[in-house]
């Protein structure tokens, strides 16, 4: 075999990859260039075409989003905290209560195994939740498809509701983006902690590494700015080749069956985010929609990006999705961990 056969598999799911994401991300779908890229490269993949994606292309594109996520964390927000204690203490109980709540509903009533429901019941962190799946924990058909369908059910519902709730203030201006400077040398940090991490057996450990010497660089001074739309559009576009390459096998029934479990998931998550938002809103005084919004189960990067446009508090709105994630990538260990001793006993 030739070196370009070796490498003409990697090459289509690139062009593919980066194609759908391009379309879709010009047509304004939410999370369009990681949607794009997993139609396109999972519809070539189910019709016979050979794909491939290299395992460090796919830890780089956890380390910019990481890294991404990471660079909404500043010492303006870190000042603010006290007066979020509330807040913040609630929105860790619903995450628990969400969880496990989902994860009962997606074992006991669809037939999912324990890592897989827990994973698709994450709410708030895709990104974390599928890269653990990439990594062998679960089905990762199943939590991808589930928590695309979280996300794209959430991004529609959430701002008409929030703006039902309140009349946020006008939309504030979004920060600079990050200076190559910044950007490559925390990418670069990441990719090398993250294979640390992984070697010790820790899930997505290079999104995680990217997130927390992104928010050390960023509250420190070290760095400024978020990360830039081109490498965001490209950790995306990745992961969603990767994602497309493994979800060219679901069949129209097992989709059937996942659109019934995503359904009840998202309306249990969103019930759960509106009681405890309320609660909330009770004890603070804060605007009901800002919580809401902070508190919603849908993707990190989506909500924060509809909390500022709506004209919501970025700090408020930054701080308890980043706290979202935080308690998240804690919670997710302990409870696969959990749920795979229930497995083997």
């Known amino acids: 075999m030739s070196v370009f056969d070796t490498i003409r598999p990697h090459l289509a799911a690139a062009g593919l990859g980066l194609g759908g994401a391009a379309i879709a991300a010009l047509l304004g779908l939410p999370a369009g260039s990681l949607i794009g890229a997993t139609v396109a490269v999972a519809s070539a993949a189910a019709m016979g075409r050979r794909l491939a994606v290299s395992p460090r292309l796919r830890d780089l594109a956890f380390a910019l989003i990481g890294v991404s996520l990471g660079a909404g964390v500043d010492a ?13 203490a609630i929105l860790a109980v619903a995450l628990v209560a969400t969880v496990l709540t989902g994860q009962h509903l997606l074992s006991r009533l669809f037939g999912y195994d324990g890592e897989t429901a827990v994973l698709a019941s994450s709410p708030g962190t895709m990104s974390n939740a599928i890269a653990i799946a990439l990594e062998g924990r679960g089905d990762a058909t199943a939590v991808t498809v589930l928590q695309l369908m979280r996300l794209l059910i959430l991004v529609l519902l959430v701002p008409p509701l929030a703006i039902m709730f309140d009349t946020p203030d006008a939309a504030i201006a979004p920060a600079e983006d990050m200076l190559l400077v910044y950007l490559v040398p925390l990418v670069g940090l990441a990719l090398i902690l993250g294979k640390l991490g992984a070697s010790r057996g820790i899930p997505a450990a290079c999104l995680l590494a990217g997130m927390i010497i992104s928010a050390s660089a960023h509250v420190t001074g070290l760095a400024t700015g978020v990360a830039p739309n081109w490498a965001i559009f490209i950790g995306f576009a990745i992961t969603g080749t990767v994602l497309g390459t493994r979800l060219s096998s679901v069949s129209l029934p097992q989709l059937r069956r996942l659109s019934s479990a995503g359904a009840a998931v998202v309306a249990t998550a969103l019930s759960l985010s509106l009681g405890f938002a309320f609660l909330t809103y009770l004890l603070t005084g804060l605007p009901f929609g800002q919580i809401w919004v902070a508190y919603a189960p849908g993707g990190v990067e989506a909500m924060a990006a509809i909390g500022l446009a709506l004209g919501y508090d ?27 001793s229930r497995s083997v006993t």
């Open 76 to 88: 303006q927000i870190l000042s603010q905290l006290p007066a979020w204690s509330v807040s913040l």
């Open 314 to 340: 970025p700090a408020f709105v930054a701080a308890h999705h980043f706290a979202r994630i935080l308690i998240l990538v804690v919670l997710m260990p302990i409870f696969l961990r959990k749920r795979g």
